[in-house]
Nanobody, 124 residues
Framework: QVQLVESGGGLVQAGGSLTLSCAASGRTLSMSGLGWFRQAPGKERDFVAAVSYSGVSTYYASSVKGRFTISRDNTKNTVSLQMNSLKPEDTAVYYC?????????????????WGQGTQVTVSS
């Protein structure tokens, strides 16, 4: 069983930056695609970014492309999300997820393991 724990959320002003981290335990994720999703109050959980098992392939939602960067460290079993130029509409609970497949996937159904989430609030 895989456990994922997110950290790094908080309150930031518009235009600011935050880095989210997700640490995995229970088994290595070096052969798993990893992703970040977010869920705002009253809305569905949406795709943000994904990275393939090797880190070579990445995929971003159009709303964050150019502002967010996903990266992974297979030696530490972690995945990070660097978020720059934050906007109030980025406010949400952010979740990391791991797939039992190697690619960078936007489909929520591809992910088998989820963290508990970390709150990101961007003030205007």
């Amino acid at each position: 069983q895989v456990q994922l724990v997110e950290s790094g959320g908080g309150l930031v002003q518009a235009g600011g930056s935050l880095t989210l981290s997700c640490a995995a335990s229970g088994r290595t994720l070096s052969m798993s695609g990893l992703g970040w999703f977010r869920q705002a109050p009253g809305k569905e959980r949406d795709f943000v970014a994904a990275v393939s098992y090797s880190g070579v392939s990445t995929y971003y939602a159009s709303s964050v492309k150019g502002r967010f960067t996903i990266s992974r460290d297979n030696t530490k079993n972690t995945v990070s999300l660097q978020m720059n130029s934050l906007k109030p509409e980025d406010t949400a609970v952010y979740y990391c997820a791991a797939a039992n497949a190697r690619g960078a996937y936007s489909a929520i159904t591809m992910y088998d393991y989820w963290g508990q989430g970390t709150q990101v609030t961007v003030s205007s």
